[in-house]
């Protein structure tokens, strides 16, 4: 079933084999550096990373942990200069301290971790011949945000009696934003970062003032008992039992103007409160932003958000005040998908059904607009702090983990990773479906949605697989109706972006074919569709995060490089990226072909 021909233009490169070496590995003729690593100092008056002498103060002008999204901008009237805006999901203590107590961390190294999450921008230099990157260090749009950072909460929801404390009765400022894990670029040149696995770093669920709030602490995963890091030793504000509203300030999609280091963040109430994994916008034909967001857990939904107001073009001030309010106002949606086969050709195998495709129809089923909730029994309030039970209530598709979202420039339509869910048809738990169509699903599919007359404020679409991943000799996987002895292997999609050739490049989170994690590249049009190709690996324990493709360069962020079982900093399980006898280092990476030509072009 050969295919003939060269690849899809932007993807012709010698793809990397799959393996489980300790490093990154790229493609014969390219070369890397490492752009920046975690204890990288960034703002005025912040130390040099030592391993031996960290402390709160010093991480608090550092790069943080663990990056994970990353958005790339152009400096306004600074030539060779790119801005980065990079989430730092968590933290992992025993790969960050010597002799890490889990009982007993101390309050220095809690504030680290502290300082360790939120946000870093920083500025970073091209190099004029070739695609390699490096930070510097005290630009004046240098920024962090952290786990203490002051936040303004805006939208319907800011203000509610649901997300009042005793440190603001005003329900209107927050401290601090967590486990940051993917984002988005609006077009008016704010960056969205969204808060997803919130939940793990509050204690005491099971001590909630009443029934109705442990039902809700429980939809949304909070736990009974200490929380992992111990936080709650330090500040009452993460102990359920004593502030029982706190919890409910987390798990919110954030904006920054990255242009404007003092400008205060905001936590986006419209966009409701969901282990938020990532936002991507268009533009509806009448100029109004919709927002695309999934809520990473197994049989969690896909939502979206629809402005009620036009953007305004342009840098003014008064177009910025205006965009500024753009994402506070309008309607919340999740998604119901419906496949067109017979549900008993649905077999939970992977086998497409006899018409050939994983495909059907859908709706967008709203919850809520502005101050009105479309739910019954529950206030609008209530629908934007606790979504999940929202879309449980309206019959919303259950999903297998939705993780990031990329709406292609060039086609509009809209791609969506569903990672995993080991659990799909297992008992007890929702079934195979034709957009969710294996048991076990292990290693995840790719899920392409085209709005109906391809507009964004349209609550009808279409939807169809585009890849059901795993190892091509499974007869369970489907790539684009491309021959499947000439893809790379593909195993749980996490991350996505598009290169300006309108090629899709995956990257993935968790392997279950026995290799590391990778960056794939994937024309999704004309007659390569679906030929998947790989671009890089990551090192031992890693997760390939926050790709960027842009002509010259490659860049990805390797997260938790050496986060095995048992690992420590006694007992490294990677020593990336700088050999024996240092810290393991989470670090944005850098690829670049050494002939400076074009990425994926031909030679
Ligand atoms: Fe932080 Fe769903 O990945
Ligand atoms: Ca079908
Ligand atoms: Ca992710
Ligand atoms: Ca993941």
Same mark, same amino acid.
């Given at each position: ?48 990373? @030592? ?28 030539? /060779? ?17 010597? *002799?890490? &107590? ?73 401290? #601090? ?45 909070? %736990?009974? #008992? +200490? ?8 500040? &009452? ?5 004593? %502030? !029982? ?12 103007? !990255? ?19 990532? +936002? ?14 999934? &809520? ?50 649905? /077999? ?121 991943? #795993? ?21 749980? !999609?996490?991350?996505?972006?598009? @290169? ?25 049009? *004309? ?15 890693? %997760? ?34 700088? #050999? ?24």
């Amino acid at each position: 079933s050969g295919k003939a021909g060269k690849p899809a233009r932007g993807l012709r490169f010698s793809p990397v084999a799959p393996n489980t070496k300790d490093a990154v590995v790229v493609p014969e003729g390219h070369d890397q550096n490492l752009v920046i690593r975690w204890g990288d100092p960034i703002l005025r008056g912040a130390p040099a990373f @030592d391993p031996d002498n960290q402390s709160a103060k010093a991480q608090a002008g550092q790069f943080g942990y663990n990056n994970d999204y990353m958005a790339v901008l152009d400096v306004p009237h600074e030539d /060779d200069r790119q801005l980065l805006v990079v989430n730092h999901e968590y933290t992992d203590e025993v790969l960050m301290f010597a *002799g890490y &107590d889990a009982d007993n961390p101390t309050r220095e190294q809690v504030e680290i971790g502290w300082a360790a999450h939120g946000l870093s921008v920083v500025v970073a230099a091209e190099d004029r011949k070739v695609g390699k990157l490096t930070a510097v260090s005290r630009h004046r749009l240098n920024r962090r945000i952290t786990a203490t950072t002051p936040f303004e909460v805006t939208g319907p929801a800011a203000g509610s009696k649901l997300l009042r404390t005793s440190a603001d009765p005003s329900g209107k400022r927050i401290l #601090g934003t967590l486990n940051n894990c993917g984002g988005g670029i609006t077009p008016w040149g704010t960056v969205l970062s969204g808060e997803e696995n919130f939940n793990q770093y509050f204690a005491n669920a099971d001590q909630a003032p009443d029934a109705t709030a442990k039902t809700r602490l429980k939809r949304y995963g909070f %736990e009974e #008992g +200490a929380s992992e890091r111990k936080w709650e030793r330090f500040d &009452d504000r993460f102990d359920i039992a004593q %502030e !029982p509203n706190e919890p409910n300030r987390f798990g919110w999609m954030i904006e920054v103007d !990255p242009f404007d280091p003092d400008s205060t963040p905001r936590k986006l109430t419209a966009l409701g409160r969901i282990k938020h994994e990532a +936002a991507e916008p268009r533009l509806t034909t009448d100029g109004r932003p919709v927002l695309y967001m999934g &809520d990473d857990e197994e049989f969690d939904y896909f939502y979206k958000f629809v402005s009620s107001k036009r953007m305004m073009k342009g840098g003014s001030r008064a177009a910025r005040e205006h965009n500024r309010t753009l994402l506070d106002e309008g309607t919340l949606y999740v998604a119901k998908f419906t496949g067109d086969s017979p549900a008993k050709e649905i /077999d939970g195998s992977g086998k497409l059904p006899d018409d050939g495709e994983f495909d059907g129809s859908g709706e967008w089923i709203p919850l809520a607009t502005g101050d009105t909730s479309h739910v019954d029994g529950m206030t609008a309030e209530e629908v934007y702090v606790f979504t999940r039970i929202a879309a449980d209530k309206v019959g919303a598709t259950k999903m297998d983990r939705p993780e990031d979202v990329e709406p292609s420039p060039r086609t509009g339509r809209v791609y969506v990773a569903l990672t995993n869910n080991t659990d799909r048809g297992k008992d007890g738990k929702a079934p195979v479906d034709e957009a969710n169509p294996r048991t076990g699903n292990k290693h995840g599919q790719i899920l392409e949605l085209t709005e109906r007359r391809n507009n964004p404020g349209s609550t009808r679409f279409n939807w169809r697989l585009f890849l059901v991943c #795993g190892d091509p000799e499974d007869p369970g996987t489907y790539f684009g109706g491309f021959p499947k002895d000439q893809v790379s292997p593909i195993s749980c !999609p996490d991350n996505l972006t598009f @290169d300006a050739f309108g090629n899709l490049w995956i990257s993935t989170d968790g392997n279950e074919l026995g290799n590391h994690d990778g960056l794939f590249g994937v024309a999704t049009a *004309g007659g390569r569709r679906g030929e998947v190709r790989q671009f890089l690996t990551v090192p031992n324990g890693a %997760e390939t995060c926050g790709p960027i493709v842009q002509d010259r360069r490659v860049l990805v962020a390797v997260q938790h490089p050496g986060e095995l079982d048992g690992a420590s900093v006694e007992k490294p399980a990677s020593t990336w990226p700088e #050999g024996p006898g240092t810290l393991v280092r989470p670090s944005v990476v850098s690829v670049w072909r050494r002939d400076g030509g074009d990425i994926g072009a031909d030679a």
